[in-house]
C-alpha cells in the first residue's frame, strides 16, 4: 500500500458527539429537538390557520421516513428546505417565503444554538496528526448543514485542521457512495489508496472507503456499533491511541514496500 498522505474524518459521533446537546437543552427547559421541529412547523403555520398538532406530526414523521429511504438507498440528502417543502405539499399548505427561511434557518442552526460536546480526546488527536498529514472532512448533513458544521468546527477551534470538506449537501452525494471519496481524494490532491477514513459506521465509513481501495479505522471513541464484526483495518476506541495506529500503517506500507533491487 502507497505511504498514509490524507486523513479523512467522518464528523457525527467521531468529531461531534450526536445528541450530546440533549442534556443541555433540558437543563435549559428546551425539548427534545425532534419535539421542537415539530413545534416550529405547526407554530409557522398556525400563523395563518388553525392546524392539528397530530397532524403535523404525522407529516414530519412521513417526510422523516422517506428522507432516511433516500438517504439510505439513494445515498443523497435532501436539504432541510427541501424536507420542510414536501412537509408542506403533503399538507397542502404553503408559507410566505420571508416566514419559510426562517423556519429553515431555525432549524438549520439549532445545533448552533446548543452545541453538541467534542468526541473525549479528537482536539489533541487533530493537532498531533495536522503535523504530519493532511485532514478533510466527509460527513452526512442531516439537518446542521456544512455551513452550520463550519462554524461547529470553528467554535471548538478545529475548523483550522482541515484543507477542505465535502457535505453532503454540498457534494450532491452521502457515504458510502464513491462520489464522496473521490471528491475528497481530488480536493486533497492524492490517489485514494493513500488516504485512511475516520468513521463510526460500517457501512458509510469502512465498507465505502475500503471498496475503492482506500483504508479505513472504525472509531468507537463515542459509540461502539458493531466492532466485532468490523471490516476496518484498525479499530479505535481512544483517541489517544489513533495516531499510532496510523503510524503503524505506514510503517506497514514500508515493511512490505518492494526494494530497489526488487523492483527492477
Known amino acids: 500500500m502507497p505511504h498514509v498522505r490524507v486523513i479523512s474524518f467522518d464528523l457525527w459521533d467521531t468529531v461531534l458527539a450526536d445528541d450530546s446537546d440533549e442534556p443541555k437543552r433540558r437543563q435549559l427547559g428546551l425539548p427534545p429537538k425532534p419535539v421542537e421541529r415539530r413545534d416550529l412547523v405547526h407554530s409557522f403555520l398556525s400563523r395563518h390557520a388553525p392546524i392539528e398538532r397530530a397532524l403535523v406530526d404525522c407529516a414530519y ?17 435532501w436539504t432541510v428546505e427541501e424536507r420542510l417543502r414536501i412537509l408542506l405539499g403533503g399538507l397542502k399548505r404553503s408559507l410566505p417565503e420571508e416566514e419559510m427561511r426562517e423556519l429553515v434557518r431555525l432549524h438549520e442552526d439549532m445545533e448552533l444554538r446548543v452545541r453538541p460536546d467534542l468526541v473525549p480526546g479528537v482536539a489533541d488527536a487533530l493537532k498531533i496528526l495536522v503535523q504530519r498529514y ?17 462554524e461547529l468546527l470553528a ?13 453532503s449537501d454540498e457534494a450532491g452525494w452521502s457515504k458510502p ?46 459509540i461502539d456499533r458493531g466492532s466485532d464484526g468490523t471490516r476496518a483495518d484498525a479499530v479505535c476506541s481512544d483517541y489517544r491511541r489513533l495516531p499510532g495506529i496510523i503510524e503503524s500503517m505506514d510503517i506497514a506500507d514500508e515493511a512490505t514496500a518492494p526494494s530497489e533491487g526488487e523492483k527492477k
Open 177 to 222: 457512495a464513491p462520489q464522496v471519496f473521490h471528491r475528497a481524494a481530488e480536493l486533497m490532491g492524492c490517489q485514494l489508496g493513500e488516504m485512511v477514513h475516520i468513521g463510526d459506521r460500517e457501512r458509510n465509513d469502512i465498507a465505502g472507503p475500503k471498496a475503492l481501495g482506500a483504508r479505513a479505522v472504525l472509531l468507537t471513541a463515542a
Open 155 to 167: 467554535g471548538y477551534g478545529l475548523l483550522e485542521h482541515f484543507s477542505a470538506f465535502v457535505f
Open 61 to 77: 414523521d412521513t417526510t422523516d421516513a422517506a428522507f432516511r429511504h433516500a438517504w439510505h438507498q439513494q445515498h443523497v440528502t
Open 134 to 150: 493532511r485532514l478533510v472532512v466527509i460527513s452526512d448533513t442531516i439537518f446542521s448543514p456544512g455551513r452550520a458544521l463550519r
